[in-house]
């Protein structure tokens, strides 16, 4: 029975010093991830906890015209609390769909985006609307996009003795949304997946589209969501048909999780989104 | 010696302490089957202590209960996870953790898990059941190619009690105390005198909390008491046995497994000619309760059509697995489901209607089936059949949902429905085959302020039983509902009452209610209060085994219930979304209709998760398995729709396991029709969809 | 054993000292507490059976999920901080009314979060009350007069805060 250390750091600053000191130091918001995944009687935790759910810098929202600010350690209901018209409808839908509203109530915004067991339900929704993280460490802090939390293998990443402390979402309402979620409901696990698939479309023309496919691993195309940027929706799209094939090819030998699911969630998409035009 | 008084609630046990209470948890079996262990005992912190058999036997205990049910693997371990001992001491995380680190050392054998195909040495129960000529001789006009087969399997479920299972053991005075929560506090009072070596005078049961029983607290509860009480009585302290949930998932006993194959030979109308039926359930480990099992299972399979030749070989076979038993309706769950998906499956070879096949074989009165069972009533299906057609304006739906798949079988896109219904009874034979599990008393009292009483030893497991009797009472001695109080006593007397199983138990104690308060009514206003009414039955089952099938007077007390269930399938995830339930329900005299709607509907969304959730794999439970778990959500229940016929019998009848009798064969009807082929098992997971559409 | 440290909260309105180790929950912790917390059972440690609700810093949580030493300095409040209120009164009613008979081991955590619902929403919709309600897994009672007792004793709540007659 390990008997852990807890940390109570009260700033940003203090936990970035326990973890240069301490780098096993696991960081603790709402703790669902971890106390969730145990059922004994007794909780077991890494030598070292820093628990940051009340660190004042890490609950803070901000606005602007173009994006919406929140600190890692907002909690869903807290997202949700903002109300309709104010957080993006598709990402509104998609944090409902996390667990019910006593785990949406600790659970945090962090938590769902860090987890390095597997990509957690908002991730692939905030990687299509090019959300950026901040991530600091003692050093330095910098901001990147979401897809920097996966490795080359397409694997959750995150990198050493470091806090992602503010999430950064563009207030961009896509209006063609595609959202299915793999595994039922219940707490992810290794079957789990989410499919996500954007596009903006404008005078019959595609201004962006993003699709991602992500549950113990990723699967997203760059070139391909490049490659449909400014083409027309017509009738027998020769880029639509070509792109949707792409991606089934590609799944197929990427391995994860079985191809004829994803066959059938790309095909999908593209109908809802293309329309007759598929 | 009453534990509680009136308008007092029963305690529970996972909130119950007494002074100076220590814990115990369980070192369990590592592996599934060894014919040799050894226990390591090593040092433990002061007040902790492990408790072997051997320490059981010095004491002068015994280490078997009634039906040879071990307490703890003594030289071959038979399932993984089956007791080898106790860790006892004041903290229950420490004595958690200690009973996982103890050593064990196995000369291990490889683990019979297969159960389809097994020796003779492996049949705890056996049954065969030959009703009419037994030379399968062809009818006239029917050939050999006619015979058509459909093997159907039932998986391993898990029903989530109230509480996970418990005991706490405390002497007072001079007498052994066990709070646990039972269906059968009698048997657990003489399994702890068996074991313990003492006069069952001189043990008490106080009755906590038991919650929904589902069938599954009728003999383990025993188990886990009589493990309290070897500890308490080494320890000389109170001790304390609360599994945690995931042990309980685990460890605890899951439904039963069968695999029944029926083969049936028909006219081209689909009367059925002949059955020859073969059920094989898996018990696990072993289960006492294993030939009421097969009992109600086989019954089920004769149920309410007529065959004029019907050959059933039944056996309950023994695996290396935990004990697998009953839930819903004591084993006919297994039978009902496989004879409705073998006659969907000739209305398909028929290219009639389930229902029509259902009418052309249903049994009516005056006929004399099943060997020499007079039925003697109406059976109500044709009038149950029209009302729900018209609740879920069924003929509509069906027939557009065949024509959509028809139209393109192949096409799996967006969401697929499906519709179909089913037909079952309950009734309130169960068969336990010694006298004193048939037995059941009730006392009722009258006091001077005009208050009722009624006292049983039986166990109360839901609100809705004590609501059911208290109405009973309010209309026979016209006193309001609030002067009514039920107390379920502690076992202490020769009463001997037997499980509450199925609803048969509710009614057997309200039977008695009536009959005690139709004589008080006679004394009430002769004689001072308060006045006391002590009334006693045993049900004998109405219908009798014999050599050529069945005898007696069959449902005559049955109650009847038709179900229709819609539901769509998502065909990118096979996810299956029940729609609504349909329910028309038969049941004599309804006591207290919102009552029995609300009774009904709890216990069809049991019935629901044993179809929609996942298949327990009793193999490889785990901790992970326990957490992947799958939960039907309120927000996912579907609207259930329940209509009472009327009817002309007065007698109140049982209802409770109708949704389990009916919804099983409804829900695989209609995922049937909503994926175009006969699955082979319930529960149907989205993975086991997704394997089948693939396969095809 | 060793390993304890101390963290302060507020229960039910009373600061309450509580040594605890890393991995206690908070469950655990509430239901050893002098007095114990007789109105939760920690049961199903997973976060879904809901009997252990407590809420937290104004937000219904599963006890059993938090750790013990994440409710340093937090406001705890479980249904022996509320019996007294005229809101638990309106659900028990409610209860009543529809003929609805939780268990006793699902409760507590039905009328908290009913507390919790009606506490944010006024006028629930059916929809709201069914995600609510899904938060307690245990199927002693039947969906149809589980919602209505909600409908119910909103409507009892708001007939009361605004003076009007009963029905």
């Not at chain 1, 130091?25 to 991830?33: D, F, S």
């Not at chain 3, 609700?53 to 300095?73: E, G, H, N, T």
């Amino acid at each position: 029975m390990l008997i852990s250390e807890i940390h109570y750091p009260a700033s940003v600053n203090d936990a970035l010093a326990l973890l240069d000191e301490q780098p096993e130091t696991i960081l603790l918001a709402g703790g669902t991830e971890i106390a969730g995944a145990q059922v004994s009687r007794f909780l077991q935790f890494p030598q070292s906890i820093a628990c940051i759910a009340k660190i004042p810098e890490l609950k803070k929202t901000t606005r602007t015209e173009q994006f919406m600010e929140f600190g890692s350690c907002t909690s869903l209901t807290g997202l949700l609390s903002l109300g309709p018209g104010i957080l993006p409808h598709p990402l509104a839908q998609a944090i409902q769909s996390i667990g019910n509203p006593t785990i949406r109530n600790i659970a945090t915004l962090g938590g769902n985006l860090a987890s390095r067991r597997q990509f957690m339900d908002l991730w692939p929704f905030l990687v299509c609307m090019d959300a950026q993280v901040e991530i600091r460490n003692r050093t330095n802090s910098h901001w990147a996009n979401l897809f920097y939390l996966a490795d080359s293998s397409s694997k959750p990443f995150f990198p050493e003795k470091s806090i992602l402390t503010r999430v950064r979402i563009p207030l961009v309402e896509y209006s063609n949304v595609f959202y299915r979620k793999i595994g039922g409901q219940g707490f992810p696990h290794h079957e789990s997946a989410v499919f996500v698939c954007m596009a903006e479309i404008q005078q019959n023309k595609i201004e962006s589209f993003r699709l991602v496919f992500s549950g113990t691993r990723v699967f997203r195309l760059q070139e391909v969501e490049l490659s449909l940027f400014a083409k027309k929706i017509t009738n027998n799209s020769r880029e639509l048909a070509f792109a949707r094939q792409e991606y089934i090819r590609e799944f197929s030998r990427s391995g994860f999780l079985k191809p004829a699911i994803f066959s059938s969630l790309v095909t999908d998409a593209f109908e809802t989104l293309f329309g007759a035009s598929m | 010696m009453s534990s509680m008084k009136p308008g007092e609630q029963l305690p529970i046990l996972t909130l119950l302490e007494v002074r100076d209470m220590l814990f115990a948890s369980t070192i369990r079996s590592t592996v599934a089957y060894a014919k040799e262990f050894s226990v390591q005992r090593s040092q433990l912190p002061f007040g902790y202590r492990m408790i072997l058999p051997e320490d059981m036997v010095k004491d002068g205990m015994s280490l078997e209960f009634s039906d040879g049910i071990p307490l703890f693997a003594t030289d071959t371990i038979r399932y993984r996870g089956e007791p080898l001992g106790l860790i006892v001491g004041p903290d229950p995380v420490l004595c958690d953790n200690l009973s996982l680190n103890v050593k064990v050392a196995y000369r291990e054998s490889e683990p019979n898990f297969s159960w389809t195909t097994f020796p003779s040495s492996r049949i705890a129960a056996r049954k065969r059941i030959r009703i009419g000529k037994t030379e399968v001789s062809t009818p006239k006009g029917i050939s050999d190619q006619q015979w058509e087969t459909t093997t159907h399997w039932t998986g391993s479920f898990d029903h989530e009690y109230s509480e996970p299972s418990s005991a706490l053991a405390v002497w007072e005075y001079d007498k052994l105390v066990i709070y646990c929560a039972s269906q059968w506090p009698n048997h657990v009072r003489s399994s702890i005198s068996e074991v313990l070596k003492v006069p069952q005078k001189d043990i008490l049961i106080r009755p906590t909390d038991l919650g929904q029983s589902i069938e599954g607290r009728i003999w383990f509860p025993s188990l886990i008491a009589c493990h309290a009480a070897c500890a308490a009585r080494l320890c000389n302290k109170p001790v304390k046995i609360l599994y945690t949930r995931g042990e309980d998932y685990c460890f605890a006993p899951k439904q039963a497994r069968s695999c029944i194959s029926i083969s049936s030979l028909s006219d081209q109308q689909g009367r059925l000619a002949s059955l020859d039926i073969r059920l094989v359930i898996n018990i696990g480990a072993y289960n006492p309760l294993a030939e009421e099992l097969l009992d109600h299972a086989v019954l089920s399979l004769l149920g309410i059509y007529a065959c004029p030749v019907v050959s059933i070989d039944a056996f309950a076979v023994q695996s290396n697995v935990i004990p697998l038993g009953a839930l819903g309706n004591l084993g006919s769950i297994h039978g009902f489901f496989a004879l409705d998906a073998h006659l969907n499956h000739l209305a398909r070879k028929c290219q009639k209607s389930p229902a029509e096949i259902k009418a052309i074989n249903m049994i009516a009165k005056g006929m004399t089936v099943h060997g020499d069972v007079q039925v003697s009533s109406v059976i109500p299906f044709s009038k149950i059949q029209q009302k729900l057609e018209i609740m879920a304006d069924f003929q509509r739906k069906h027939a557009s949902y065949e024509v959509i798949r028809k139209r393109d079988p192949a096409s799996r896109k967006g969401i697929i429905r499906g519709i179909a219904g089913s037909f079952g009874y309950l009734t309130g034979d169960a068969f336990l085959n010694i006298p004193e599990k048939n037995r059941y008393s009730v006392e009722v009292q009258l006091e001077k302020d005009l208050t009722i009483v009624i006292k049983t030893e039986a166990a109360i497991s839901s609100e809705n039983a004590r609501l059911m009797w208290k109405k009973t009472v309010s209309e026979i001695l016209s006193l309001p509902e609030r002067s009514i109080h039920v107390i379920q006593e502690s076992v202490h007397s020769n009463s001997r009452c037997g499980p509450m199983v199925v609803s048969r138990g509710v009614f057997a104690i309200n039977k008695l209610i009536e009959r005690s308060c139709r004589a008080l009514q006679k004394k009430r206003f002769r004689e001072t209060l308060p006045l006391t009414v002590k009334s006693q039955m045993q049900c004998n089952p109405s219908i009798q085994w014999t050599e050529d099938g069945l005898s007696g007077k069959a449902f005559d007390a049955a109650s009847w219930c038709g179900t229709i269930i819609e539901l769509e399938v998502d065909a990118i995830t096979g996810q299956v979304k029940p729609l609504t339930i349909w329910m028309a329900v038969d049941a004599g005299r309804i006591i207290n209709k919102p009552v029995a709607e609300s009774s009904l509907r709890a216990q069809a969304v049991n019935a629901l998760r044993l179809c929609l959730l996942d298949d327990v794999v009793p193999e490889t439970l785990d901790s992970s398995s326990y957490l992947a778990k799958k939960r039907l959500p309120f927000n996912e229940i579907p609207d259930i729709v329940i209509e009472f016929m009327d009817s002309d019998r007065t007698s109140a009848l049982g209802i409770g396991e109708l949704p389990f009798a009916t919804i099983p064969s409804a829900y695989y009807g209609a995922l049937s029709q909503a994926l175009g082929l006969n699955l082979p098992s319930i529960p149907a997971s989205p993975h086991d969809v997704m394997r089948i559409w693939e396969a095809t | 054993m060793g390993g304890h440290m101390t963290i302060t909260f507020q229960l039910n309105g009373i600061t309450k000292n509580v040594k605890i180790r890393s991995g206690d929950r908070l469950s655990t912790i509430l239901t050893q507490e002098h007095p114990p917390i007789k109105s939760l059972i920690p049961d199903c440690l997973s976060g879904h059976c809901g009997k252990c609700l407590v809420i937290m810093d104004k937000r219904l949580v599963y006890s059993c999920l938090v750790p013990a030493f994440r409710a340093r300095d937090a406001e705890i409040t479980t249904i022996e901080g509320l019996s007294d209120s005229d809101d638990i009164r309106d659900i028990q009613k409610g209860f009543q009314e529809a003929h609805c008979h939780p268990c006793n081991f699902c409760k507590n955590a039905k009328t908290l979060v009913i507390w919790d619902l009606l506490n944010r929403i006024a006028l629930p919709n059916e929809s709201q009350i069914e995600e609510s309600l899904s938060v307690v897994s245990c199927s002693c009672t039947d969906p149809v007069s589980l919602k209505k007792a909600v409908f119910l004793a909103a409507d009892l709540k708001n007939r009361r805060k605004y003076h009007r007659a009963d029905k």
